[in-house]
């Protein structure tokens, strides 16, 4: 990255990680309601390398972060991978996208938000929410991912 001279183009989702985040959040602050001081409070103390590393990227060039698809939509609890609260996710996921956005913001960089159209298009193709979900159920599908490199790739060319 160093040879692009400022010029690199980077994608990623350093920092979301949201099927994990979120509960490890709640469970550390004892509430299931996060908010924007919370969420600055726990990258401060347990994400500060991550922080760090998102910085130092934005030094190599252009910088898009990516927001996690919302699974938490598609469960209840009963459907859920063991330990994890969907409910809890869904609630404050649109809090955790604040805050990344405000430390996008904060370092300039892109804030992408792609499965508000990336989902429609896929369930319009398959007709089978499923079709969303890994097998793991913690990640999108192979095909939500291939939609947004797609997206991606139109967006650099």
Known sequence: MQEQNGDAVIYTNIGFQTHKTIG???????????SLQNIADYFSEFYTNTLTLLSKLCTFGSVSLIEDPNISIFFDKNESPEGWEPKIARMNFPIYCKFMKNISDVLECNYLSPYHVIFPEVYQENGNMMALLST??????????????????TDIN
Request: charge should be negative; charged fraction near 20%; hydrophobic fraction near 45%.
């Open 24 to 34: 490890d959040m709640v469970k550390h602050f004892g509430t299931p309601f996060l």
């Open 136 to 153: 793991d159920v913690e990640h999108a599908s192979d095909l939500y991912y291939q939609k947004l490199a797609l997206l991606i790739s």
